[in-house]
């Protein structure tokens, strides 16, 4: 059973910066691409961000481009969500998500239905 275990999260003023986190278990993490998707209250879980199994490739949603950065270090089985700039409309909670089906592929799904795991959360409020 693949875990995916999120922290980082908290309460930040706007323009305020975080660096979630996201530990996983999976033996075979290194070659599965990685991503992050948020859920504000009321409101549809959403894309965040996306990378790939070697780190090179990455894809965001356009509202977060330029102001977040995924990585990861496969050496630790761990993928990271560098936010800055944050705005309050930033506020939700953040989970990763694993690809398991993606063994080495660069396609970087973009939604729920293209992840087969899923963190528990963490959530980020930034205040005005």
């Known amino acids: 059973q693949v875990q995916l275990v999120e922290s980082g999260g908290g309460l930040v003023q706007a323009g305020g910066s975080l660096r979630l986190s996201c530990a996983a278990s999976?033996?075979?993490?290194?070659?599965?691409?990685m991503g992050w998707f948020r859920q504000a209250p009321g409101k549809e879980r959403e894309f965040v961000a996306a990378?790939?199994?070697?780190?090179?490739?990455?894809y965001y949603e356009d509202s977060v481009k330029d102001r977040f950065t995924i990585s990861r270090d496969n050496a630790k089985n761990m993928v990271f969500l560098q936010m800055n700039t944050l705005k309050p409309e930033d506020t939700a909670a953040y989970y990763c998500?694993?690809?398991?089906?993606?063994?080495?592929?660069?396609?970087?799904?973009?939604?729920?239905?293209?992840?087969?795991?899923w963190g528990q959360g963490t959530q980020v409020t930034v205040s005005s």
């Open positions: 999976e033996r075979t993490f290194s070659s599965r691409n």
């Open positions: 998500a694993l690809d398991l089906r993606s063994r080495y592929g660069d396609n970087l799904g973009r939604e729920r239905k293209d992840y087969d795991y």
């Open positions: 990378i790939n199994w070697r780190g090179l490739n990455t």
